[in-house]
Nanobody, 117 residues
């Protein structure tokens, strides 16, 4: 049974930092990532991490401020978020793609990030 368990969300002032974690279990993943959904908006890609090789990519809106990383021993994905802005306010979701899937096929429950101005 695949489980993705996020933690680390919360309330922070603009300019502050938060670190999200996603503990993954139950399968072998080829790629994991973070998405977010703000009220009234569609879910959008934030950052991705390819398990083999460790390549990363980011949405333009977070480049230079957010860093995605992993602890492979603990099968945990992180998102370090610095210089947070009010427009970063959203529910953040961890997602995973198993080896033979073409898309992200597992999702966490989401964690709320609120940035006050």
């Amino acid at each position: 049974q695949v489980q993705l368990t996020e933690s680390g969300g919360g309330l922070v002032q603009a300019g502050g930092s938060l670190r999200l974690s996603c503990a993954a279990s139950g399968s072998t993943f080829s790629r994991m990532g973070w998405f977010r959904q703000a009220p009234g908006k569609e879910r959008e890609f934030v950052a991705g991490f390819t398990w083999s090789g460790g390549s990363t990519n980011y949405a333009d809106s977070v480049k230079g401020r957010f860093t995605i990383s992993r602890d492979s021993a603990k099968n945990t994905l992180f998102l370090q978020m610095n210089s947070l802005k009010p427009e970063d306010t959203a529910v953040y979701y961890c997602a995973a793609k198993t080896l033979f899937s073409g898309t992200f096929n597992y999702w966490g429950q989401g964690t709320q990030v609120t940035v006050s101005s």
